[in-house]
């Protein structure tokens, strides 16, 4: 059984893992394997190169391949239309889908808890990235560095040409649970991710990030999105408009006068050495 990537259309051999087992893309996106519903496929394209056939066709017009169903072994499912197809399919013979399944990732045991339900973590790879996963909440612990790896990924991949920003609607506060680092076990801090994503994650500063389920996928939509450029724009802004605010306090505090210096108000230091040159000079030796 092939089961096919949402984001990306990585497809995967999933025939070992039981129905409603989770397993993660490469793209990080994280899938659930289905329960098997095959149909006998209609032969409308060739399995070898995708070509369409002719009525009644025993081989392809275009690559010459052997339609006979009886010298293939039927072992494999179309991931978009769940066909039944030859094991060594390229093409989906009904609907033409490309046929390129890879193995899952394989995860291994480690001594890390999850920080939310408690359930041992599991060691990943993905894109040449080291994580942890959590096989019941899907959530994800990354080490700072890979964290960060992955955001510069993402940037770089829609710095150009990001793309538009959709709507979302107000989510409902959750309440506020502080997390403890799978690795210190200190309290971890929540942060709003670029500051105005709404994704708050959960950073140990040092040793990692905790992501709960979809909350890596919404970090990259945010920054697919050019969020992060919109954040930093803000940070400037708001730099630039305070730098103003300073400036113009210190321009309005050069020009009021200057009390003590001979104009207004003065201290009696001042009264003392004004001496008879002055009215207060006088009142201060009639109260004397």
């Known amino acids: 059984m092939i089961l096919s990537c ?32 095959a149909h006998q496929a ?29 010298t293939r072994n039927y072992t494999q499912i179309c991931p978009k239309c769940f066909a039944r197809l030859p094991e060594t399919a390229r093409f989906c013979i009904e609907c033409a889908q490309p046929i390129r399944p890879q193995e899952v990732v394989e995860h291994h045991p480690s001594n890390l808890a999850c920080p939310r339900c408690q359930t041992p973590l599991q060691a990943r790879a993905a894109e040449a990235i080291g994580f942890h996963e959590c096989p019941s909440c899907l959530g994800l612990w990354l080490p700072a560095d890979a964290f960060k790896l992955v955001c510069d990924m993402k940037v770089a991949q829609f710095q150009d040409n990001p793309l538009p920003a959709a709507h979302r609607g107000s989510v409902g506060a959750a309440p506020v649970v502080y997390l403890k ?17 709404g994704v708050l994650i959960d950073q140990c500063r040092a040793h990692g990030v905790w992501l709960d389920n979809t909350e890596l996928e919404r ?62 000079g006088a009142l201060s030796r009639l109260l004397d």
């Open 181 to 197: 680092c799978p690795d210190c076990q200190n309290m971890m801090n929540r942060e709003n991710f670029g500051r105005i994503s």
């Open 42 to 70: 209609r032969n409308l394209h060739c399995a070898d190169c995708g070509g369409p056939l002719g009525q009644d066709a025993s081989q392809c017009d275009y690559c010459g391949g052997v339609l006979d169903p009886q």
């Open 6 to 37: 949402d984001e990306c259309s990585r497809q995967y051999r999933v025939e070992k893992y039981p129905p409603g087992q989770h397993v993660r893309c490469l793209c990080g996106n994280a899938m659930t394997v289905p329960e098997p519903h």
């Open 219 to 280: 970090i990259a939509r945010f920054i697919a999105e050019g969020g992060l450029a919109r954040s930093r724009k803000r940070e400037v802004d708001a730099l630039e408009r305070r730098a103003r605010e300073a400036e113009l306090k210190a321009q309005a505090t050069r020009n009021q006068p200057s009390y003590g210096r001979g104009v207004g108000l003065l201290s009696h230091s001042s009264v003392s050495t004004l001496g008879d040159y002055s009215l207060f």
